[in-house]
């Protein structure tokens, strides 16, 4: 039985790996290590079938500085990096693709700027764009995750849907990087109302979670982003990747 896809996650703040706490990064290098290509070469090895990287500096100032890490982790593991930060526009898209990823995650250009957003979609394809929600108290925020919208998290996903987005990344942030158990339930539900494929990103802490999640299957919800729980050693993830048989990309 294929088993639901974990996905480790590398949150990169001026070259480093960082913890991130509600959307907050974090240098904790005596726990997460100071280099993101080592970190990448130690989750290949660990055999995980895809990472997640999230560029804090793009996303905080529009930055480059982290490209070349980004590029040389796609070049160090066979594995898909999907890419997350500062996405705002068509030609940012590009040079993403650029680095090495197989796929982009957007959010802020979602509600910002609809049309472009809509570009990036027809010029690559929805297999290699994903949508991110994230929300705080069923309210999107963007830039960051620092500026709230107003806008309701299913209703901008039934939106975006419309527009050919076929995977959403769904980020309860109050949950994000404090261990307290994924939103399953926003993520049931916009699974449900779009028929597409969610990504569960924040709170998972456990195995038993994980198998949780893992009865969803049957309605798209096929992959979670973990960091904390995995950087802490929380569950056996050796085991779970061994049997894991999905592919995000496949």
């Known amino acids: 039985m294929p088993f639901i896809l974990v996905i480790p996650s590398i949150d990169i703040k001026d070259r480093k790996t960082v913890r991130v706490v509600q959307g907050i990064p974090e240098i904790k290098s005596e726990e997460y290590g100071n280099d993101p ?22 996303i905080e100032d529009h930055s480059d500085c982290n490209f070349d890490i980004i590029a040389e982790i796609c070049r160090s ?11 705002r526009s068509l030609s940012d898209a590009e040079k993403m693709f650029d680095l090495g990823v197989a796929r982009i995650v957007i959010s802020t250009l979602c509600f910002e700027n609809p049309a472009e957003f809509k570009k990036v979609i027809e010029r690559f394809g ?6 991110a929600i994230d929300f705080i108290d069923d309210e999107v925020v963007i830039r960051g995750r ?20 076929e995977r959403f ?5 109050k949950r994000n990087g404090m261990l ?14 779009t028929k597409a494929r969610v990504t569960i990103s924040g709170g998972v802490r ?19 982003i973990i960091g904390r729980a995995l950087y802490e050693n929380r569950f056996p993830c050796q085991k779970l ?4 048989e999905i592919g995000l990309f496949s």
Not at 77 to 87: D, F, K, S, T, Y
Not at 206 to 224: A, R, Y
């Open 180 to 193: 307290l158990g994924p939103n399953i339930e926003m993520c049931k539900t916009i699974a449900n109302v």
């Open 146 to 165: 620092k500026i709230k919208t107003g806008l309701k998290p299913v209703d901008e996903s039934i939106r975006l849907s419309a527009v050919g987005v």
């Open 77 to 87: 593991v066979v594995i898909p990096v999907e890419l997350a930060g500062g996405i």
């Open 206 to 224: 456990n195995k038993d979670e994980l198998m949780d999640i893992q009865t969803f299957l049957p309605i798209g919800i096929d992959s979670v």
């Open 37 to 58: 290509v080592e970190m990448a070469k130690i989750w290949r090895a660990e055999n995980a079938k895809t990472i997640h990287i999230v560029d804090f500096n793009a």
């Open 241 to 244: 990747w061994r049997i894991a």
């Open 126 to 131: 929805p297999s290699k764009v994903a949508a």
């Open 169 to 173: 990344i769904v980020t309860d942030v």
